[in-house]
């Protein structure tokens, strides 16, 4: 299957800051990447999707300028979190899918303080 | 009523026990059927991975999708400790339609 990096794996912040999360396939050219939000125990939710050199589609309830998506290559998928306030505390994954399956990154736990 | 259901658990089993985990679902178009583990603070595994209707073996591991009845399951054999994770169904139709997932079960397999 396709193997995900995503990094940083953890990162704390401070309140007004902005955070980047990369997203990377390392054997998978991904027009379209697939980021999501997860709050402790309980299942993943479809934040946006990422679409190769056009602008990611996002979920609705999902805010945009808050939430920057980038996709400039085929294996580069990077999400801004843009002035950080503790309510978007959360683990964010990242994914690419083929054909059939789906893949998830390791995930990037935010802290923002 | 939502697309995917799947009961939360918590699940808690001996060692050496047959899990079986299940999930409902209401689309018909759905077609790719997933099950991932999710271990804490890790992102998702994938584990098996059935198109349509029958019967998938990896070791331990069964899936089975059953569209008639809009039911897939993961059987697990002889759980081990190290299988103490949470389980997610997730399904989409064809193309590159979204991912949907279901709650999760958390299993603790017990020594």
């Known amino acids: 299957g396709a193997v995900v990096s995503q990094h940083p794996s953890r990162v704390i912040c401070k309140s007004g800051t902005s955070v980047k999360i990369e997203c990377r396939s390392l054997?998978?050219?991904?027009?379209?990447m697939f980021w999501y939000r997860q709050f402790p125990k309980k299942s993943l939710m479809l934040m946006a999707t990422s679409n190769e050199g056009s602008k990611a589609t996002y979920e609705q309830g999902v805010e945009k300028d808050k939430f920057l998506i980038n996709h400039a290559s085929l294996t580069l998928s990077t999400l801004t979190v843009t002035s950080a306030h503790p309510e978007d505390s959360s683990f964010y994954i990242c994914s690419v899918q083929s054909d059939t399956e789906a893949f998830f990154g390791q995930g990037t736990r935010l802290t923002v303080v | 009523q939502k697309e995917v259901e799947q009961d939360p658990g918590p699940l808690s089993v001996p060692e050496g026990a047959i899990v079986s985990l299940n999930c409902t679902y209401s689309n018909s178009a759905f077609q790719y059927f997933m099950w991932y583990r999710q271990y804490s603070r890790k992102g998702p595994e994938l584990l098996m991975y059935t198109y349509s209707s029958g019967n998938k073996e990896d070791g331990r591991f069964t899936a089975q999708v059953d569209k008639s009845s809009k039911y897939i399951s993961l059987f697990i054999r002889d759980s081990q400790p190290s299988d103490s994770a949470t389980y997610l169904c997730a399904m989409r139709a064809g193309g590159y339609n979204k991912l949907i997932f279901g709650a999760g079960t958390r299993l603790a397999v017990h020594p």
């Open positions: 054997d998978f050219q991904a027009t379209t």
